[in-house]
């Protein structure tokens, strides 16, 4: 370590359309368990894994990503995926936060744990960081799932996936855009600030 401690930092990537109550309560968490410095919060451009809706903008994204962690010491939200353009790769990311003095802790949901291994270059993002996964939902089967995977990975690459340990939050941005569609409340799931954005802005209409 060069005679000086590591920075701790978490690195917490996704679509964020929009963000919710689940993601600051991951994020928190995420940064309390893991002991981090800092915890970067980055809204993809175009995700690898997932499509977008028609109209999806991604500086609304941003916004609200700012909207709904604004106050929370040590997160920063960063546009690193949006200015690079195209589709937001982890392994491009990682690859722009590395240092010297620098250990990454990468958030995973469940569904990203379970297909890790269909990432672009996800060998080498293993090798990049400390992989870590927090739960959205109370399901036995899943739970095997997640066991089962966890360990083929370990068995595979020496890669041990970290778990925070939190209250599930059963919650889902599709979800909320259908909501705002049909003219339902959304108040008990975004932060007031990001419910009110929305309002303004007429998104998800």
């Not at 929009?18 to 800092?38: N, R, T």
């Not at 690193?80 to 590395?98: A, F, H, P, V, W």
């Not at 941005?173 to 600030?193: C, F, H, Q, W, Y």
Request: charged share 30%; glycine share 6%.
């Amino acid at each position: 370590m060069n005679g000086f401690d590591m920075l701790r930092v978490g690195v917490y990537g996704g679509t964020f359309a929009p963000p919710h109550k689940a993601h600051v309560a991951a994020a928190k968490a995420f940064m309390e368990q893991m002991k981090l410095d800092y915890l970067f919060v980055i809204p993809t451009n175009l995700p690898p894994h997932k499509c977008v809706d028609e109209g999806d903008d991604p500086l609304m994204r941003l916004k609200m990503c700012e909207l709904a962690f604004e106050g929370i010491d040590g997160i920063v939200i960063s546009d690193m995926e949006i200015t690079r353009q195209g589709k937001s790769y982890t392994y491009d990311t990682l690859k722009e936060l590395q240092r010297d003095d620098t250990r990454l802790f990468f958030l995973c949901g469940t569904d990203m744990v379970l297909t890790f291994d269909t990432w672009y270059r996800f060998e080498d993002i293993l090798k990049m960081c400390y992989p870590v996964y927090v739960r959205r939902e109370n399901d036995p089967i899943v739970t095997g799932k997640i066991v089962s995977k966890i360990t083929e990975y370990y068995e595979k690459y020496g890669v041990m996936f970290r778990r925070i340990v939190t209250e599930p939050i059963e919650m889902s941005s599709t979800d909320i855009r259908a909501k705002v569609k049909n003219g339902e409340d959304i108040s008990s799931l975004v932060p007031p600030a990001v419910e009110r954005f929305i309002k303004e802005r007429g998104l998800y209409r």
